[in-house]
């Protein structure tokens, strides 16, 4: 088992581009090497050393590396960005892409994740304690599919479009969404427990369930018989028919 | 003084029937000379066991102006893709359907490339190409001028007044700095105005009573009473249509008759991938690449290419506004659609050619037909109609697809049954040599263009020394069983020489000189000017968006030109 903590020495106000902290990256590497990964603070390259007091204990593979990072990160982007195995913690908020294009392993975030977290993610799972940002899950621009294998589990709430353009995988939200949540769905399920509105837009195939209120219906969708799950009696619609959609939305009666 | 000798290369230049043979080709200024005087300061390469070539021409691609352009901002997913950093001579790259100016010129000498034509500039839109020509390092470049459904084009038409019709296409070229005459869709880019297309050859163009014969015909005569180094260039009606080899092989016929002004082809049709087809509908769509390339066994007045499809990312971008308005809706993919005021329309819409959905398979395999059909070797450009079949990065596949019968049996087997069904590529055995990659790659692009008196696409004295030396050794390679070998060679030449200087070497950019620019500038008699101007002022006030006086590309815009003259004798 290799662990390696990083503890944020100071807060940059500047964003800094960190998808170099992956255990794939981490793994079999000494302390000194750890601490010289580059990292960009806007513009500037720079090293991880000059942002994070770095604890080093064991050495081993990506499987068996788990990265903990004890602090918030507000400032720091994509971390994590296309881990194919090991362990990410963070005891804090982290800034916008953490765990994109993600493959394996686990990145837990204790408190917030900005903007476009999970994005295009392909496996793995990704726990975030508080709140996460627009895009959850989403592909970015001009992407025609998003998250494509995975499961992403926020506790708190989400903003815009969570889950656009998903092709695989699961997203499970415990609080509420904002606007659009599964939008231009195309093979995904997303599981809401809170609030939500106008959801699956342009929905394809694939599945969302809404256990809230959903304030506003996209009105093209078609009505079926109601149905039972897990001794939850659900509404069910079917579309978007406006994309000759295929999608099933639930929302609890 | 900067001399170089390229010695005992195998050199292959179909333009000067050398095929093959051993020889030195010294450089001098910039220039092939017939030898130079080693001294300390000559450079010499040894291509010895290496393939000599005159650099590479395309005739076809569209590599700049706001079609482009658009594709660039509709795509960011394409932009995030080939992404290269700056090095100390490169500035940073990126994209593949759609590069960024910079990575059209590294990538385009980095294959051995060094003159490309952009297939289609409206003049209204012209300055926006030089624009970008001026930012795309390396290659000599030059544009094809839209005539095909520009109001002015058409009442001449109308009034069969074809000494009018040639003073405007002068002076459509000498506005936009173009270099030729390009026809996309004739009349269906004035009818998408209106929501419609044409259906064919015989229908009328809405508010104009021409059809699209008419127009075809009529600047076909204009482009040669002008002695216009290139022919008229013609992307068909009804492309993208199931059925289409009909309307090609009808629109060939038309210009029959027609005598060239110059030693070359009456008219040369572009990207036959999208219109050799046959079947009525999408059901029982089929190739008739057979009975396109029957035609052009018979006749020597056409020239074609291919506008190869390459399985996987396209961005399809054509002046053909209502085609692309089809493809929108069928894929139910992005779209862009552009109106160019009096002159054109155009669309972008980006789309994946899937291999097994059986309808990419049979347009994958009539651009080869094509190419393999046809007897003649110089009639068939090697394209992908960059980027609509697909990025220009995969010629050196289309090349060893060309090379190999046993390559296009493995790549047929990943393919649906109804391909071999529809389509006759399985029973072709022929397996083009290396003198014909040469002519399709180079000599020919150079020739069918009229830039073989200027320098281009042949290695004699007094050409321009852009010269391209592949690794491999056609003694030892045999093709047709080592296609890989033959692809991985195209794909990094050893040299890549434009001018005398070393711009590439292994697939690294070495120096980036900026290229030129070609156009033609045709004079016509003063009289029929005089009447032309009448009618463009008169046009200017009522309907255009900008002042004729605005309209003109100014010099400032082409900072490396090469004007070539013609015009009426």
């Known amino acids: 088992m290799q662990t390696v903590t990083l503890t944020p020495i100071i807060q940059s106000k500047i964003s800094i581009e960190a998808e170099t902290i992956t255990p794939d990256n981490f793994a079999g590497k000494t302390g000194e090497e750890i601490e010289n990964i580059t990292i960009w603070e806007g513009n500037h390259k720079t090293r991880l050393f000059e942002f994070f007091k770095i604890a080093l204990e064991g050495k081993d593979s990506p499987e068996n590396t788990k990265i903990i990072i004890n602090g918030s990160i507000p400032r720091v982007k994509r971390v994590g960005e296309g881990m194919t195995d090991g362990m990410i913690l963070i005891n804090g908020d982290v800034d916008m892409h953490v765990g994109a294009k993600m493959c394996g392993g686990v990145i837990t975030v204790k408190g917030s994740a900005d903007s476009w977290a999970g994005r295009e993610m392909k496996g793995g799972e990704l726990i975030i304690g508080g709140d996460a940002g627009y895009y959850l899950g989403a592909g970015y621009r001009g992407e025609s599919c998003g998250m494509r294998g995975g499961k992403i589990i926020v506790f708190g709430d989400v903003k815009d479009y969570a889950g656009e353009h998903i092709c695989g995988g699961e997203i499970l939200i415990k609080g509420s969404a904002g606007l659009m949540p599964g939008i231009s769905n195309n093979g995904g399920i997303i599981t809401i427990e809170g609030n939500t509105s106008m959801p699956g837009a342009e929905m394809k195939k694939g599945t969302i369930k809404i256990n809230g209120v959903v304030e506003t219906l996209v009105p093209s969708y078609k009505q079926e018989d109601d149905e039972e799950i897990n001794g939850i009696v659900y509404n069910k619609y079917t579309g978007d028919v406006v994309a000759g959609g295929k999608g099933s939305l639930y929302i609890k009666r | ?569």
């Open chain 2, 1 to 569: 003084m900067s001399e170089l000798l390229i010695k005992n290369g195998r050199v292959f230049d179909p333009i000067n029937s050398i095929n093959g043979d051993i020889m030195d080709i010294a450089i001098k200024n910039g220039k092939i000379v017939d030898d130079v005087s080693l001294s300390p300061n000559t450079k010499v390469i040894d291509a010895s066991s290496m393939i000599v070539m005159p650099g590479g021409v395309d005739a076809h691609s569209h590599i700049a102006g706001s079609k482009v352009n658009s594709g660039r901002i509709m795509r960011p997913d394409d932009g995030r893709s080939g992404i290269e950093k700056r090095t100390k001579i490169t500035r940073p790259c990126s994209g593949y359907t759609v590069p960024n100016t910079f990575a059209m010129g590294y990538r385009y000498a980095k294959l051995g490339y060094t003159t490309v034509f952009e297939a289609a500039i409206p003049i209204l839109h012209a300055r926006h190409t030089h624009e970008e020509f001026g930012d795309i390092p390396i290659i000599d470049k030059g544009g094809l001028v839209l005539f095909g459904s520009n109001w002015q084009v058409m009442e001449a038409v109308r009034e069969n007044d074809i000494e009018k019709l040639a003073a405007y296409v002068a002076w459509g070229l000498s506005a936009s700095r173009g270099y030729g005459v390009k026809i996309v869709n004739p009349g269906g880019g004035e009818a998408w105005g209106f929501g419609k297309n044409v259906s064919g050859l015989h229908d009328t163009v809405p508010n104009f009573d021409v059809t699209p014969a008419e127009i075809i015909t009529s600047l076909a005569k204009a482009n040669e009473m002008l002695h216009l180094p290139h022919s008229i260039h013609l992307h068909c009606n009804l492309l993208g249509t199931p059925g289409n080899y009909k309307t090609t092989i009808e629109t060939m016929k038309l210009l029959e008759h027609i005598k060239p002004g110059m030693d070359r082809q009456v008219v040369h049709i572009t990207h036959l991938t999208f219109n050799a087809w046959g079947g009525t509908n999408w059901g029982d769509f089929e190739s008739k690449a057979d009975a396109v390339a029957d035609y052009l066994n018979q006749h020597d007045h056409v020239t074609v290419d291919m506008g190869q499809l390459i399985f996987g990312n396209a961005t399809t971008m054509t002046a053909d506004g209502p085609m692309q308005y089809a493809n929108a809706r069928l894929l139910n993919a992005r779209w862009t659609n552009g109106d160019v005021e009096l002159e054109d329309a155009s669309g972008v819409v980006p789309l994946s050619y899937i291999r097994k959905m059986y309808i990419h398979d049979i347009m994958w395999a009539v651009g080869l037909e094509v190419a393999l059909l046809t007897r003649n070797p110089w009639q068939v450009l090697l394209t992908t109609d960059h980027p609509n079949g697909g990025p220009f990065v995969n010629y050196p596949e289309v090349i060893a697809l060309l090379m190999s019968a046993q390559k296009r049996e493995e790549e047929m087997l990943k393919l649906s049954n109804k391909m071999r069904d529809r389509t006759t590529l399985s029973g072709i055995e022929r397996e083009l040599d290396w003198y014909d990659i040469a002519i399709k790659t180079r000599a020919s692009h150079a020739k069918i263009l009229g830039l073989t008196d200027h320098g281009k696409g042949h290695l004699g004295a007094g050409a321009d020394a852009d010269v391209t030396i592949y690794h491999i050794n056609p003694d030892r390679v045999d093709a047709g069983r080592e296609h890989a070998t033959v692809k991985k060679a195209f794909e990094k030449p050893a040299y890549t020489i434009k001018d005398g200087e070393v711009v590439a070497m292994n697939g690294e950019i070495t120096a980036t000189p900026a290229g030129r620019t070609f156009w033609v500038n045709a004079s016509v008699p003063e009289e029929h000017n005089t009447r032309l101007m009448r009618d463009l002022r008169l046009k200017f006030r009522k309907y255009y968006s900008i002042n004729l006086a605005n309209y003109m590309v100014q010099d400032n815009y082409v900072k490396h030109p090469v004007v070539i003259k013609a015009g009426g004798s």
